[in-house]
Nanobody, 121 residues
Framework: QVQLVASGGGSVQAGGSLRLSCSVS????????MGWFRQAPGKEREGVAS??????AYADSVKGRFTISADNAKNTLELQMNSLKPDDTAMYYC????????????????WGLGTQVTVSS
């Protein structure tokens, strides 16, 4: 059974930082693509960052501010978020996808429950 559990969300003022973590079980962690998505109220879900065997991709809105990383030994995915803005306020989800070609189209098979990030101005 695949399980992804995200944590680390919270409330922070604009300009602050947060670090999200996602523990993964039930998957061969090193052979899947992992990603972070977010969904703000009234908006569609959007891909934020992804990582596949060290190759990373970011949404334009977070480039230079967010960093995705993976600890294969611990089966943990992380998202370091710096210089946070009120527009970053959303529910953040981690996800996993076994097929790389789907990963780069932001199409993911497995999802975890979200963790809320709130950035105040």
């Amino acid at each position: 059974q695949v399980q992804l559990v995200a944590s680390g969300g919270g409330s922070v003022q604009a300009g602050g930082s947060l670090r999200l973590s996602c523990s993964v079980s039930g998957l061969s962690y090193s052979s899947v693509c992992m990603g972070w998505f977010r969904q703000a109220p009234g908006k569609e879900r959007e891909g934020v960052a992804s990582i596949d065997r060290g190759n990373t991709a970011y949404a334009d809105s977070v480039k230079g501010r967010f960093t995705i990383s993976a600890d294969n030994a611990k089966n943990t995915l992380e998202l370091q978020m710096n210089s946070l803005k009120p527009d970053d306020t959303a529910m953040y989800y981690c996800a996993a996808e076994p097929l790389v070609y789907r990963c780069w189209k932001w199409q993911y098979e497995y999802w975890g429950l979200g963790t809320q990030v709130t950035v105040s101005s």
